[in-house]
Nanobody
Framework: VQLQASGGGLVQAGGSLRLSCAAS????????IRWYRQAPGNQRELVAA???????NYADSVKGRFTISRDNAKNTVDLQMNSLKPEDTAVYYC?????????????WGQGTLVTVSS
C-alpha cells in the first residue's frame, strides 16, 4: 500500500485545517492507522490513531481539538484540526504500521506541512 497526504497549509492561530491521507489500496483491513508530526529540531511524535473498529486515541496536546476519522469506502484517513496553535506547526505524516497486509513494512506518506501563525 502507498499513502498520499494532503491538506496542509498556512493558517492563523485559532483556525482549522483538514488533512487527508489517501491509500492506494483498501484500508478496511488495516488496523491502527496513525498521524504523526515532526516539528523542526524535534522528534517525530504520534498525534492520533484509529483502529480497524474506529476507536481513536490522541496525544494529550491535541485532545479536544483534533479528530481522526476513516472512510473505508474512499480509502482515506482524515485529521480534522481545530483551534490550531503555533506549536502545532510541523510536517504531518500518515502511517500504517507493519503487518501481514503491508508485507511487514511500516508505510509512510510523504508528509504535508502545516504552519500556524500567531
Amino acid at each position: 500500500v502507498q499513502l498520499q497526504a494532503s491538506g496542509g497549509g498556512l493558517v492563523q492561530a485559532g483556525g482549522s485545517l483538514r488533512l487527508s491521507c489517501a491509500a492506494s489500496k483498501s484500508i478496511s483491513i488495516l488496523d491502527n492507522i496513525r498521524w504523526y508530526r515532526q516539528a523542526p529540531g524535534n522528534q517525530r511524535e504520534l498525534v492520533a490513531a484509529i483502529t480497524i473498529g474506529g476507536s481513536t486515541n490522541y496525544a494529550d496536546s491535541v485532545k479536544g481539538r483534533f479528530t481522526i476519522s476513516r472512510d473505508n469506502a474512499k480509502n482515506t484517513v482524515d485529521l480534522q484540526m481545530n483551534s490550531l496553535k503555533p506549536e502545532d506547526t510541523a510536517v504531518y505524516y500518515c502511517n500504517v504500521p507493519k503487518s501481514l497486509f503491508t508485507r511487514w513494512s511500516d508505510v509512510w506518506g510523504q508528509g504535508t506541512l502545516v504552519t500556524v501563525s500567531s
